[in-house]
Nanobody
Framework: QVQLVESGGTLVQAGDSLRLSCAAS????????VGWFRQAPGKEREFVAS????????RYGDSVKGRFTASRDNAKNTVYLQMNSLKPEDTAVYYC?????????????????WGQGTQVTVSS
């Protein structure tokens, strides 16, 4: 069992930056690949980013590529999502999730444990 807690979400203006954190407890965090997803009202959960166990490989959804950066600190059991040049369409609840599986890093179904989410609202 892994417990995940996201934090850092808030109301910002378009063009601002924000950093989300995902703190993990339970099993050895470095064994898990981490994904970031988001869900806006009335929309499906969308892949945002993933980061491998060591932090050396990251992948991003097309809508955030070049603006968002995922990183992790396994010593602190924490993963981060740095979000720059935020747009109103980035408004959503952001979730972190972990998996031991490889492949299909963009699919929510691949992930075993999820946090409760943190709200990010970007005003225009």
């Amino acid at each position: 069992q892994v417990q995940l807690v996201e934090s850092g979400g808030t109301l910002v203006q378009a063009g601002d930056s924000l950093r989300l954190s995902c703190a993990a407890s339970g099993r050895t965090f470095s064994n898990y690949r981490v994904g970031w997803f988001r869900q806006a009202p009335g929309k499906e959960r969308e892949f945002v980013a993933s980061i491998n166990r060591s932090g050396g490989i990251t992948r991003y959804g097309d809508s955030v590529k070049g603006r968002f950066t995922a990183s992790r600190d396994n010593a602190k059991n924490t993963v981060y999502l740095q979000m720059n040049s935020l747009k109103p369409e980035d408004t959503a609840v952001y979730y972190c999730a972990v998996t031991t599986a490889s492949g299909l890093w963009y699919s929510p179904g691949q992930y075993d444990y999820w946090g409760q989410g943190t709200q990010v609202t970007v005003s225009s």
